[in-house]
């Protein structure tokens, strides 16, 4: 691997992208591992034991507060407040620094997530108008950027890298568009009470931005609180991870100059103080400027950034193959050609198929066409309708929403069954069209 020096300022700048691409497709492969499991074990002999598991429920007490529900509750709940935050401080990021940090950047992926998010909703709304599950009409908006990176990579180096940021800056507009869907439409009963208590705690948080906290720890606590506001106040919970998220410090604590110098002169007091060996242990002055150097390094990562390079990894590979593992196990049996054919079903999978592929296309060829954005360089139209297909992948979020829009087991595994095969459906055929366009040449 080249080190900073070296590398030239593209790499320097694509890095990161590629760093969070790799952890991606990694995550996406233990997700479908997670949802195979949990197929099999739903239709196995041990059906049973698969349900009982996530309605055993768990209990947290403190004096006369209690906290009492499933694992189920707790996993969609509680573990999925802190995906939602990470999905929160990625927003943050790419608004500050990335892909949608001016219009330039933003119109093209905003346009395409747009497309995407109103027709998947228009076709469910066509098989399901004034029917059971007309509360559904958000589950084929969202796109699963972990399933989609993970096909990509599949493809190897021969994807463009501009594709894939055209690909992680859609799904991030469309994460925000799924966020305002579930905090506006899918919310119970408003206590006015915890949602002003969740306000003020909102309150102290800009102030702690302002004031120059920096301390994650002191971040992740009031944070705790925040989610207990919103947990009682019937917004869904997952809105406190995204909150959040928008108040953590995202400038740094020292300026780079300053950074440089001091290591500069650290390091040269390093280097002055004795031998060089192995051991430190006994050299106070060495210990003393590697301390300063870490200190140093600390003030210089912002604590959005040490958030997420910390939270990042546990969200890939335990939290959300673990909301797979609790959600995605559905009781297919004799009973699959009457769910696949129900007008729950038959919405999401041509939302997920159809309206996917058809809105993001359409609006991006739009917007390039009217002159509001510019064709990413290298990319062609074919690539970008594949791109559209892969983006009907809508796994995780779409059966999160799921869970909250159809009140009874019935209609929810009937909504699995239309995620899975849609999201099927667009992996397979979004994976085939992109190898195509990508061996032949254009």
Known sequence: MKNEASKTPIEKITFPIQEFLHKEASGGILLIIATVVALIWANSAFADSYNNLWHTYLTLE???????????????????????????????RELLVGELSSVKKASLPIAAALGGMILPALFYVLFNSGGEGAAGWGIPMATD???????????????????????????IVDDIGAVMVIAIFY?????????????????????????????????????????????????????AGVLLAFTIPSSSRINTKKFSNET????????????????????????YAIHKIEMNCEKLLTPLQRFEHGLHPWVSFLIMPLFALANAGVSIGSGLASAITHPISLGIIVGLFVGKQLGIFAFSYLAIKFGLA??????????????????????????????????????LNISKVGVLSGSILSGIVGFIILKISLNKVE
């Open 145 to 171: 950027i972990a399933f989609v990176v993970g096909i990509l990579a599949l493809l190897g180096k021969r994807v463009p890298l501009a594709l894939k940021i055209f690909v992680l800056a859609l799904a």
């Open 62 to 92: 403190l004096g006369n507060f209690a906290l009492k529900y499933s694992l189920h509750h707790w996993i969609n709940d509680g573990l999925m407040v802190i995906f939602f935050f990470v999905v929160g401080l990625e927003i943050k």
């Open 264 to 287: 500069g002169e650290l390091i040269k007091k390093f280097n002055d103080s004795g031998e060089h060996g192995a051991n430190v242990l006994t050299n106070e002055t060495r210990l």
């Open 187 to 239: 919310t119970a009963d408003i206590s006015l009470a915890s949602l002003a208590f969740a306000g003020g705690i909102l309150v102290l948080l800009v102030i702690m931005n302002k004031m120059g906290f920096r301390n994650i720890l002191v971040y992740s606590i009031v944070g705790i609180f925040l989610w207990l506001a919103f947990l009682k106040s019937g917004v869904h919970a997952t809105v």
């Open 374 to 411: 510019s064709k990413p360089d290298g990319v062609s139209w074919k690539k970008i309708y594949a791109a559209s297909i892969l983006a009907g992948i809508g796994f995780t979020m779409s059966l999160f929403i799921a869970n909250l829009a159809l009140g009874t087991e019935e209609l």
